[in-house]
């Protein structure tokens, strides 16, 4: 939506705030049902949960076209969230049933390169290029909303569980209960360390994304330009995101590479608002790079003493609930700093000192990579999918 911001105001006027909200609320179902499908798929698997939720994302994501006030985009948007919060803290656990702790890192990273690369393209081609082909900004919700509908079919016909998840187990088991579950997970104190992290690296990193293409276009810039910065993060983000978890899982540690990208991170978030044109989209690129990182704070709550396997749903369902409400609160705040103040360089300020604040939640974390130990039950090799 973030290359669409000019259509969509000029049919749906906001202010910054409202846009905001728009692009943010879509988080907010998270901290009600992420933990739910989370615990759910620990029971029954992800297959289909996840391919029901992608269909649902389309359906809501088509109603985004009917949209006639600021009042409609955000209950279709929230709605969207709803899907989300049963598609997003489920993938990766899809990923955990297939592949050992050495390998789940560039696991998880291959999972988000494919989403930085949609995400790209979207921004890349949904302004400049889709919309006036197609005919304006509600036509690109319905082709982005079909596309939707038959990936989720796809993912029911094709997906199958991993080797490392039994259903029957989970069934036949006595003692496990979402009770228990969430007792165990809740008294894991570096799990909340790391989703306060999240919360302000992943939430500053959305408000960037989400704001950038239409403040670059406000100071001057080509829109082309514009939104292929924002782009930039998403495509250069897809060999972070391969390159820094195949390093992580080689050296076998995780804090280290993800802490110092992130204070680096910071120091070009704050930069951003500050500089266009050609240093912009340098500092978008080696931005892109940097937080490739993020496929780590995913892979961590697994690795994490008392989780593993059997309750690593429940800890990503709790992780996304707590960690994506920053994606809500960062564009908003940031909306209204900007609104307030009339100039873009102080959001992207108060966004980069979130990053280093969520740095600092990283430093007192035990580590979980295999270097420093080893959980037996996820270190078993166990194929890849289709094997």
Same mark, same amino acid.
């Given at each position: 939506?973030?290359?669409?911001?000019?259509?969509?105001?000029?049919?749906?006027?906001?202010?910054?705030?409202?846009?905001?909200?728009?692009?943010?609320?879509?988080?907010?179902?998270?901290?009600?049902?992420?933990?739910?499908?989370?615990?759910?798929?620990?029971?029954?698997?992800?297959?289909?949960?996840?391919?029901?939720?992608?269909?649902?994302?389309?359906?809501?994501?088509?109603?985004?076209?009917?949209?006639?006030?600021?009042?409609?985009?955000?209950?279709?948007?929230?709605?969207?969230?709803?899907?989300?919060?049963?598609?997003?803290?489920?993938?990766?656990?899809?990923?955990?049933?297939?592949?050992?702790?050495?390998?789940?890192?560039?696991?998880?990273?291959?999972?988000?390169?494919?989403?930085?690369?949609?995400?790209?393209?979207?921004?890349?081609?949904?302004?400049?290029?889709?919309?006036?082909?197609?005919?304006?900004?509600?036509?690109?919700?319905?082709?982005?909303?079909?596309?939707?509908?038959?990936?989720?079919?796809?993912?029911?016909?094709?997906?199958?569980?991993?080797?490392?998840?039994?259903?029957?187990?989970?069934?036949?088991?006595?003692?496990?209960?979402?009770?228990?579950?969430?007792?165990?997970?809740?008294?894991?104190?570096?799990?909340?360390?790391?989703?306060?992290?999240?919360?302000?690296?992943?939430?500053?990193?959305?408000?960037?994304?989400?704001?950038?293409?239409?403040?670059?276009?406000?100071?001057?810039?080509?829109?082309?330009?514009?939104?292929?910065? +924002?782009?930039?993060?998403?495509?250069?983000?897809?060999?972070?995101?391969?390159?820094?978890?195949?390093?992580?899982?080689?050296?076998?540690?995780?804090?280290?590479?993800?802490?110092?990208?992130?204070?680096?991170?910071?120091?070009?978030?704050?930069?951003?608002?500050?500089?266009?044109?050609?240093?912009?989209?340098?500092?978008?690129?080696?931005?892109?790079?940097?937080?490739?990182?993020?496929?780590?704070?995913?892979?961590?709550?697994?690795?994490?003493?008392?989780?593993?396997?059997?309750?690593?749903?429940? +800890?990503?369902?709790?992780?996304?609930?707590?960690?994506?409400?920053?994606?809500?609160?960062?564009?908003?705040?940031?909306?209204?700093?900007?609104?307030?103040?009339?100039?873009?360089?102080?959001?992207?300020?108060?966004?980069?000192?979130?990053?280093?604040?969520? +740095?600092?939640?990283?430093?007192?974390?035990?580590?979980?990579?295999?270097?420093?130990?080893?959980?037996?039950?996820?270190?078993?090799?166990?194929?890849?999918?289709?094997?």
């Amino acid at each position: 939506m973030p290359p669409l911001y000019g259509e969509i105001t000029r049919d749906i006027p906001m202010t910054y705030a409202q846009w905001g909200t728009v692009w943010g609320i879509s988080f907010i179902p998270m901290m009600i049902f992420a933990l739910i499908s989370g615990m759910y798929a620990d029971r029954v698997g992800t297959r289909s949960i996840v391919g029901l939720a992608t269909i649902a994302m389309g359906v809501f994501g088509i109603g985004r076209a009917f949209a006639q006030d600021f009042s409609q985009l955000l209950w279709l948007m929230l709605l969207i969230g709803v899907g989300s919060s049963f598609l997003r803290p489920n993938l990766p656990k899809s990923l955990g049933h297939w592949f050992p702790s050495s390998e789940l890192g560039l696991a998880n990273g291959f999972l988000i390169a494919g989403l930085c690369i949609g995400s790209g393209s979207a921004l890349m081609v949904s302004g400049v290029y889709l919309s006036p082909l197609i005919g304006g900004w509600r036509n690109v919700m319905w082709l982005y909303g079909i596309i939707c509908v038959v990936l989720g079919t796809l993912w029911l016909w094709i997906f199958r569980e991993g080797q490392n998840f039994s259903h029957n187990h989970h069934q036949a088991s006595e003692k496990f209960s979402f009770r228990e579950a969430l007792s165990i997970v809740f008294r894991v104190q570096d799990l909340w360390l790391l989703m306060a992290s999240r919360f302000c690296i992943v939430g500053s990193l959305i408000a960037v994304i989400g704001f950038l293409p239409e403040l670059l276009v406000s100071k001057g810039m080509k829109p082309s330009l514009a939104h292929l910065s +924002a782009s930039l993060i998403y495509y250069i983000n897809v060999v972070g995101v391969i390159v820094i978890p195949l390093l992580s899982d080689k050296f076998g540690l995780r804090k280290i590479f993800i802490w110092p990208f992130s204070l680096l991170g910071a120091l070009l978030v704050i930069s951003l608002g500050m500089f266009q044109g050609i240093a912009c989209l340098i500092i978008c690129s080696l931005l892109g790079l940097i937080v490739g990182f993020i496929p780590l704070m995913m892979t961590i709550p697994m690795e994490m003493e008392g989780i593993g396997h059997r309750h690593f749903g429940t +800890a990503l369902g709790l992780f996304f609930t707590i960690g994506n409400l920053g994606s809500f609160v960062a564009p908003v705040v940031g909306g209204k700093i900007i609104d307030s103040t009339g100039e873009e360089w102080t959001a992207f300020f108060f966004w980069g000192v979130l990053m280093v604040i969520g +740095a600092l939640f990283i430093l007192p974390m035990k580590e979980t990579g295999y270097k420093i130990k080893t959980f037996p039950a996820i270190e078993k090799p166990m194929g890849t999918i289709g094997g």
